[in-house]
């Protein structure tokens, strides 16, 4: 007999050997049914004990984001948002009140050209913005605004006690940050006026669209884009007294050379 | 007619279904994942015998291929999740005993090799011309040699030259190719007569 033959007999051997062999397995059936419930209730029991422990916790943070007191139960490091980043400038959710620009000599204090010849005009000097009683001024900025300024910024309100939520700043408040940075910080008018440019084509429901407008009709007096910015400083003018910038906005008219009469 | 079922390895086979029989198996499967307890028993009942042959056929003893049989029952309701009735269910089942068949064969290794150094052994090969015993014996020296292959090459031997399947169907069971199950099994084949040669002319008298 030869190898392979040998093999092939032995595998039939084996074969055959083991058909011969069958068992009922009744009791290999029991002992599968018994453990796959064994591993059923264990989940059950799993499932019942993280099931309220995963809704406490989602209910806690949860909690913690809405009240920001996510101190009571994260290490500060872990707090979301607690990160103060130099650079950014996070604002206040409050309700829409003007932004504070803190008041700088210089800042949108117009200049408007003196005609040769003339005597002096007599700088208008913006007033000082009274600080709003609820902030929404730029507020991880306790020092100075800027280094460049030569006044000191006029003081932010203390938040309220029920601290306003610190959230992230959208793309509308960060093109704002860029516009008034721009404005005011680098005095780059005309980068500001298209950062302004691009926050009132927001529309009227970006929430200092009406400031913007106002702050891109003082970027065109400096650039000396005088009948732009009369265009643009002519709705202020004319608004309802007690309306935003009115005041101003007539003396800067009167500087540019409109009439009063013009102005109703 | 389950004998007659066992004895006839192309019922056991590993190429794809009819579609209505895909469709009913599939139809299983989805309940077993559900963990349906009496489609598990249907499932037991039609198959833990194909089953445990191949599981006794590959693992050696009666011990381990019946732990064999269990494990893969027991991990049938998850994985029915998988089954997508490109085969049977049955080599479904045969394919989740290969996967974990490591484990069995192992034991089942070691508790021959224990029994041989307790001297319980099966007797040696006598002189009786008795076929059944003859058969007995060189079912054993078999199983005995499937010990000292690589589970792969043992897994191939078994599902080919064994229970008879074409090389194509053993590689859909195992999960690999075809030329790879080929490959597997003449290695297995050539280190298998070695070793049955060693075991019918010890000391290498017979010509």
């Given at each position: 007999m030869s190898p392979d033959d040998l093999l092939d007999r032995a595998a039939q051997s084996l074969r055959d050997q083991t058909r011969d062999s069958?068992?009922?397995g009744d009791r290999t059936l029991a002992q599968v049914l018994a453990s796959l419930r064994v591993r059923r209730r264990r989940r059950r029991i799993l499932l019942a004990a993280l099931i309220p422990v995963g809704t406490l916790f989602f209910g806690l943070a949860g909690w913690a984001m809405v009240t920001g007191r996510w101190s009571t139960f994260l290490p500060p490091q872990l707090v979301?948002?607690?990160?103060?980043?130099?650079t950014k400038e996070v604002v206040h959710r409050t309700r829409r009140r003007p932004p504070v620009i803190p008041a700088q000599s210089g800042t949108g204090a117009v200049v408007p050209p003196?005609?040769?010849?003339?005597?002096?005009?007599?700088?208008p000097s913006l007033p000082q913005?009274?600080?709003?009683?609820?902030s929404v001024a730029i507020i991880d900025r306790p020092e100075p605004r800027s280094a460049k300024t030569a006044t000191p910024p006029a003081p932010v309100a203390a938040p309220p006690a029920a601290a306003p939520t610190v959230r992230e700043p959208s793309a509308a408040d960060e093109l704002y940050r860029q516009a008034h940075e721009a404005h005011f910080v680098s005095r780059d008018y005309a980068a500001a006026l298209v950062a302004w440019n691009r926050y009132v084509m927001?529309?009227?429901?970006?929430?200092f669209f009406i400031e913007a407008r106002y702050n891109r009709a003082i970027a065109l007096v400096h650039l000396g884009r005088n009948a732009e910015a009369i265009e643009a400083l002519r709705p202020f003018a004319t608004a309802?007294?007690?309306?935003?910038?009115r005041a101003e906005a007539r003396d800067l008219l009167r500087h540019l050379g409109v009439p009063a009469a013009a102005v109703p | 007619m389950r004998m007659a079922a066992i004895g006839v390895p192309s019922l056991v086979n590993a190429l794809p279904l009819s579609s209505s029989d895909a469709t009913d198996e599939i139809a299983l499967a989805a309940r077993l994942a559900a963990g349906d307890e009496s489609t598990l028993r249907d499932v037991y009942r039609s198959h833990h015998s194909a089953l445990r042959v191949f599981a006794r056929r590959l693992v050696g003893d009666d011990m381990s291929a019946e732990d064999l049989v269990q494990e893969v029952f027991v991990r049938l309701p998850k994985a029915a999740r998988r089954f997508r009735g490109e085969a049977s269910l049955r080599s479904f089942l045969i394919g989740i005993a290969v996967n974990h068949a490591r484990h069995h064969v192992r034991s089942a290794v070691r508790r021959r090799a224990l029994a041989d150094r307790l001297g319980q052994s099966s007797p040696a090969q006598d002189c009786r011309p008795d076929l059944e015993h003859e058969r007995r014996s060189l079912s054993e020296a078999l199983s005995r040699a499937l010990d000292t292959l690589p589970l792969d090459e043992r897994v191939a031997f078994v599902l080919c030259a064994v229970e008879e399947r074409t090389s194509a169907e053993a590689a859909v069971l195992v999960g690999t190719r075809d030329s790879t199950i080929r490959s597997r099994l003449l290695k297995a084949r050539q280190k298998l007569r070695l070793q049955l040669i060693a075991w019918v002319d010890p000391e290498g008298e017979a010509q």
């Open positions: 069958i068992r009922s979301p948002g607690s990160q103060v980043v130099p003196a005609p040769a010849n003339t005597p002096p005009v007599p700088e913005l009274a600080p709003p009683t609820k927001l529309g009227p429901k970006a929430r309802p007294p007690d309306s935003y910038r | -």
